[in-house]
């Protein structure tokens, strides 16, 4: 009888062990994530009193090619061979060492072509390359993937890796200012733990080479997250604690909190203390309008005023625009990772409030997309109680849609853009001017054909109760939900924050169904069937006044529509 060693993987195996590794990362900037958690992680572990760390990074997005070095604790040349292989590790200290799963390396060698490592403990040195990874991973060939590895005479402390060839990822089409934003925000040169406790630091260099060849040279970065609470003056935000102590006295009127609050960002630090030993550290703050994001994105260089309304390209670059959201941090390094609102009332407001937890107990791998179950639910939770307490002053003293933030309003300048705006031309409501844009317009029309006897069948109940949904009604003995929409397409960002659930809602009021409504629907396999009255229809009477119907493949019941225009 002969012995096989049946443990040891094919080639077959390998590729798709590293096939499987890459599916593992859904993120547009995992790579450099990788690459700097690792060059972070190995300045953390020197265990030199006052040590200065120092992270230099350079990328070219012409050539696509990326170099990160830093001058940490290096790799032992003896066991960098079993480090390059899938999930191998050195990290030995958990306590302050972010990577876990082993596989960082496999990752961005096997998304490049040219893989080029030099690194030393102080005491050896090496230089290690990888040729044709990427193309080796997409063949079929039996041939084994070589590894060339030389011992240096000169000692260095650190590691340097160079990757050229790199696939063209998304971050590659960044401007110098979405990078830099992306960088300390969604990987570990972000640190989140100086926004609560001094940390070490750690002197960052950028050099970038942009898409139109423009070249960024010995630029600096702080090692530490980009908090907007940094980017305000004085007279942009307030601490809601402070607020607290200053104006809740019965002696200060309703006018001057208001006055306090009024076109602030308002923000908030704490703790939580789970079961009483998981410190929760968390960073919050509520912008007085939705809009503000916006504003800021621009004035922080990450978008330009003619790509705010361009969906595709706001969706593209998500990740590199301020915006609303509870996010997450693990041992110092922000995840980018989003955990959806928990339900509440008054939900229209999750649009304005921004979370950052910091949870050192957080289990994390790169990549990951999302946090599912408890974990979530927790944070979730603690979320819940940060929104409670911003609540009991913003729905009093703060204006909900206010988006100037604190610019002047012109009230010439308004009525200048009103008269250019298009006639209606129509004897069949009070409106002279075409409500494009305007949710409130839609929504003052509908009642106006209510009062005028062309919408019909439904007994109005209550508008906006709890902030949720915009109209609660009944039809016969149906009680039903009324949403209100500008454009037919908005429900699309409702139904993606989970703010708002498509079989919730029985009908969704708009102006005028377009094409482009149509192409944003069908882009997510909902159908829009324009509603054709005939006196020989029979069966289930479709809703009062409804001219269209939204489909989702009979998943859930339709959502009817009524288009104004058509009404009109």
């Known amino acids: 009888m002969k012995t096989i060693n049946f443990l040891n993987p094919g080639m077959k195996q390998v590729r798709k062990s590293i096939i499987d590794i890459e599916d593992s990362y859904n993120n547009e900037w995992d790579i450099l994530a990788e690459l700097i958690q690792n060059a972070v992680d190995a300045i953390r572990n020197i ?116 990757l050229k060839q790199v696939s063209n990822l998304p971050f590659f089409d960044l401007t110098f200012d979405q990078l830099v934003y992306v960088l300390r925000t969604r990987t570990s040169i972000g640190n989140t733990k100086v926004i609560w406790n001094e940390d070490i630091d750690i002197s960052i260099n950028l050099e970038f080479v942009d898409q139109n060849g423009e070249h960024f040279k010995d630029k ?108 997450t941090s693990v041992k110092g390094m922000p995840t980018g990772i989003v955990v959806n609102n928990p339900k509440t009332g008054y939900a229209g407001y999750w649009s304005n409030l921004f979370i950052i937890f910091e949870d050192s107990s957080l289990k994390f791998d790169i990549g990951r997309k999302s946090i599912h179950g408890r974990q979530a639910m927790i944070l979730q939770n603690y979320a819940k109680e940060i929104f409670h307490d911003y609540l009991k002053y913003v729905t009093k003293y703060v204006s909900r849609d206010n988006a100037n933030f604190g610019e002047e309003w012109n009230r010439d300048e308004v009525f200048d853009e009103i008269s250019e705006m298009i006639d209606l031309n129509n004897e069949n409501t009070l409106f002279k001017k075409s409500p494009k844009g305007q949710e409130a317009q839609v929504c003052a029309m509908f009642y106006e054909q209510a009062a005028k006897g062309k919408i019909k069948d439904l007994v109005f109940l209550t508008s906006g109760y709890k902030g949720r949904y915009d109209l609660y009604a009944k039809w016969e003995r149906k009680k039903v939900v009324i949403e209100f929409k500008s454009e037919l397409k908005n429900i699309l960002r409702d139904f993606n924050d989970e703010q708002k659930l498509f079989d919730e809602i029985d009908c969704i009021v708009c102006w005028n169904i377009s094409e482009e409504d149509e192409k944003a629907l069908k882009s997510k396999s909902i159908s829009i069937e324009e509603i054709k009255k005939s006196r020989l229809s029979t069966g289930v009477p479709s809703f009062p006044n409804a001219t269209h119907r939204l489909d989702l493949g009979g998943m859930v019941k339709p959502i009817y529509i009524i288009d104004l225009k058509k009404i009109i």
């Open 220 to 327: 600096e970065i702080p090692f530490k997250y980009l908090s907007l609470i940094d980017e305000l003056n004085d007279n942009e935000k307030i601490d809601l604690d402070h607020f607290k102590i200053h104006y809740e006295d019965a002696l200060k009127t309703d006018a001057e909190k208001r006055r306090a609050l009024f076109n602030k960002i308002i923000y908030k630090k704490g703790e939580f203390l789970h079961n009483n030993n998981r410190k929760l550290k968390y960073l919050a703050y509520f912008v007085p309008g939705r809009a503000v994001w916006d504003k800021l994105s621009v004035d922080l260089n990450l978008i330009t005023d003619d790509k705010i309304d361009d969906d595709e390209y706001v969706e593209n670059y998500h990740y590199a625009l301020m915006n609303s959201g509870i996010f």
């Open 47 to 162: 265990e030199v009193k006052d040590y200065k760390g120092k992270i230099d990074i350079f990328i070219n997005a012409i050539d696509k090619e990326i170099r990160i070095k830093d001058n940490g604790i290096g790799i032992n040349p003896d066991e960098l061979p079993d480090l390059l292989k899938p999930f191998s590790s050195n990290k030995t200290n958990e306590s302050i060492s972010v990577g876990e799963k082993g596989v960082g390396l496999t990752f961005v060698m096997f998304n490049c072509n040219y893989f080029e490592l030099i690194t030393g403990n102080g005491e050896k040195s090496c230089y290690a390359k990888v040729s044709d990874a990427s193309v080796w991973k997409n063949s079929i060939s039996e041939e084994d993937l070589q590894l060339s590895i030389k011992n240096m005479d000169e000692t260095i402390q650190g590691t340097e890796v160079i």
